[in-house]
Nanobody, 127 residues
Framework: QVQLLESGGGLVQPGGSLRLSCAASGRAFRDLTMAWFRQRPGKDREFVSGLKRNSGTPSYAASSKGRFAITRDNAKSTLYLQMNSLKPEDTAVYYC????????????????????WGQGTQVTVSS
């Protein structure tokens, strides 16, 4: 069993920055494949970024690449998403997800691969 708790969402101006956190508990964090997904208003859930459990190379959706950075702190059992140059279209509920299995790169963006999900944190980008 894994519990995930997101935090750090809020209201930010276009062009601003925000850092989301996902605190994990229940099993060894270093053994988890981690990812961020989001759901924009009126749209399906979409992949944002993923990090393999034993790799330093993250994956990003095209919309995130160059603006977002995913990192993990195994000592704190916490996943982060640093979001810069935020745009109104980034407005969404952001979800942290975890899988106890190692995933290949092509599977990182598939939400069905993740067994554990947080409740989400709202990010609103607006002036």
């Amino acid at each position: 069993q894994v519990q995930l708790l997101e935090s750090g969402g809020g209201l930010v101006q276009p062009g601003g920055s925000l850092r989301l956190s996902c605190a994990a508990s229940g099993r060894a964090f270093r053994d988890l494949t981690m990812a961020w997904f989001r759901q924009r208003p009126g749209k399906d859930r979409e992949f944002v970024s993923g990090l393999k459990r034993n790799s330093g190379t993250p994956s990003y959706a095209a919309s995130s690449k160059g603006r977002f950075a995913i990192t993990r702190d195994n000592a704190k059992s916490t996943l982060y998403l640093q979001m810069n140059s935020l745009k109104p279209e980034d407005t969404a509920v952001y979800y942290c997800a975890a899988s106890p299995r190692g995933l290949i790169t092509s599977s990182l963006g598939r939400d069905q691969e993740y067994e554990y999900w947080g409740q989400g944190t709202q990010v609103t980008v607006s002036s």
